[in-house]
């Protein structure tokens, strides 16, 4: 018995094998782009929300100077904010310390004071 040969061996052409690798070139570049598309993507989101949540405790925090404060005046460009605060700590130099210097950096104690009267 004779096996039959084939006039052509099995296989892709040289065209065929360089049209494949043209389109397999060009998948990986679009997944590559987008790869780094949405890596900037989601880096530039992660900076967005940290400035965000800066931006909020910085209002939360002016928030509470405000609401502290004796007199809160702004500039007239309403670039700048003055707080006048009440001394908390005692400093070197207060009428508590003069009698006592152990009592520098340590807080006051709340007074209540009624200006209006008992009513």
């Given at each position: 018995m004779?096996?039959?040969?084939?006039r052509?061996?099995?296989g892709?052409t040289?065209?065929?094998?360089?049209?494949?690798?043209?389109?397999e070139?060009?998948?990986?570049?679009?997944?590559?782009a987008?790869?780094?598309?949405?890596?900037?993507?989601?880096?530039?989101?992660d900076?967005?929300?940290?400035?965000?949540?800066?931006?909020?405790?910085?209002?939360d925090?002016?928030?509470?100077?405000?609401?502290?404060?004796?007199?809160?005046?702004t500039?007239?460009?309403?670039?700048?904010?003055?707080?006048?605060?009440?001394?908390y700590?005692i400093?070197?130099?207060?009428?508590?310390?003069?009698?006592?210097p152990?009592?520098?950096?340590?807080?006051?104690?709340?007074?209540?004071?009624n200006s209006?009267?008992?009513r």
């Amino acid at each position: 018995m004779k096996l039959a040969t084939l006039r052509y061996g099995r296989g892709f052409t040289l065209t065929e094998l360089m049209i494949a690798t043209e389109r397999e070139a060009a998948v990986l570049a679009a997944i590559m782009a987008s790869s780094i598309a949405l890596q900037k993507t989601l880096n530039a989101i992660d900076n967005y929300l940290a400035t965000q949540m800066q931006q909020i405790r910085i209002i939360d925090y002016l928030n509470r100077d405000v609401k502290r404060g004796f007199v809160v005046t702004t500039s007239v460009d309403l670039q700048n904010v003055t707080i006048t605060m009440p001394s908390y700590i005692i400093q070197s130099g207060d009428a508590e310390a003069i009698g006592n210097p152990s009592l520098v950096g340590t807080p006051r104690t709340p007074t209540i004071s009624n200006s209006a009267g008992d009513r």
